[in-house]
């Protein structure tokens, strides 16, 4: 059975940082992703990381925000710095099976950042 948790999340002052992380069990997974969404927007990708380490980001977190893995602990993490009230969201860890291809989605976590 697949399952995506996450953790990390809480209430910070702006200029501060967070790590977020993402365990994935269950599955072999080809991409893990993190994204958000804030209320009444539209959800967004902040970033990306595929299976041969490959990442993406969201313009909105370029230079901010840092995705890595640890393959031996099946955890992805999101490293947040010089977090902006604007990055105050829901952030919810996705994965797509290697063989299935299908998506899965962890609960979310609340990160909220204060001015």
């Known amino acids: 059975q697949v399952q995506l948790v996450e953790s990390g999340g809480g209430l910070v002052q702006a200029g501060g940082s967070l790590r977020l992380s993402c365990v994935a069990s269950g599955s072999i997974f080809s991409f893990i992703a993190w994204y958000r969404q804030a209320p009444g927007k539209q959800r967004e990708l902040v970033a990306s990381?595929?299976?041969?380490?490959?990442?993406n980001y969201g313009d909105s977190v370029k230079g901010r925000f840092a995705i890595s893995r640890d393959n031996a602990k099946n955890t992805v993490y999101l490293q947040m710095n010089s977090l902006k009230p604007e990055d105050t969201a829901v952030y919810h860890c996705a994965a797509r099976g290697a063989l299935s291809n299908s998506d899965y989605w962890g609960p979310g976590t609340q990160v909220t950042v204060s001015s």
């Open positions: 990381i595929t299976s041969g380490s490959t990442t």
